[in-house]
């Protein structure tokens, strides 16, 4: 199983002047779906809130679904972006997922591609891409793949020039995250405190230099 060789058939351009028509897209599972948040935030939503800026106008879009893996994603996100970045000037996406491959036994070979076929298709059709990796859990045998996993998206990102966050590494053995995840009400998902962890992993790891706007 090969991985293809990254030659994206478009550009990604940012409008010179005025405001900034951005359609940005989040796609992956029940982690950017936010399941277990008691305020039904998520990640999402908080980094959405903290990305607004006088020269974006920005429109959001929340494709996250529960039990969802890479093939999934790969099946599903050109019909579904489509519609959302319909008219837009600037169209963005943002990829995160993993668990759900880690816990079905995807291989970690299909993983990669499926992750690369995205990103490439993406970059092919001028749209910027942004990968956020799946944060640990509360079961140490899970984290054991997903460890492995992480490290695969990093190098697929490397080596296509996308930005990557890792929430795994900071988060494993983290106090906070892992009281959150003890006092959630959804098995393995985080509750508010651990979603903000995530939001804050994103804001502060290359996501402004990403859109091309000062930190707020």
Known sequence: MTEPTFTPSAEFHVAAEGPRDVALVFLGASMVAGVGDPKGQGWVS???????HPD?????YNLGVRGDTTADLLARWQAECGPRWRGRSEKRLVVSIGANDAAKGITLARHRLN???????AASSGIGTFVVSPPPTDDEE???KLDVLVEAQADVCSRRGVPFVDCFSPLLGHEQWQADLAASRVAHHPG?????????????????????????
């Not at 974006?56 to 959001?60: D, F």
């Not at 992750?115 to 298709?121: F, K």
């Not at 508010?192 to 707020?216: E, F, K, R, T």
Request: zero cysteines; aromatic letters at 10%.
């Open 46 to 52: 908080r980094v959405v809130g903290r990305t607004q």
């Open 56 to 60: 974006l106008e920005l429109t959001a």
């Open 115 to 121: 992750l690369a076929n995205i990103l490439d298709e």
């Open 142 to 144: 899970l984290n054991g």
């Open 192 to 216: 508010q405190a651990g979603y903000g962890l995530i939001a804050w992993l994103v804001l502060h790891n290359g996501w402004y230099d990403w859109l091309q706007i000062p930190a707020s």
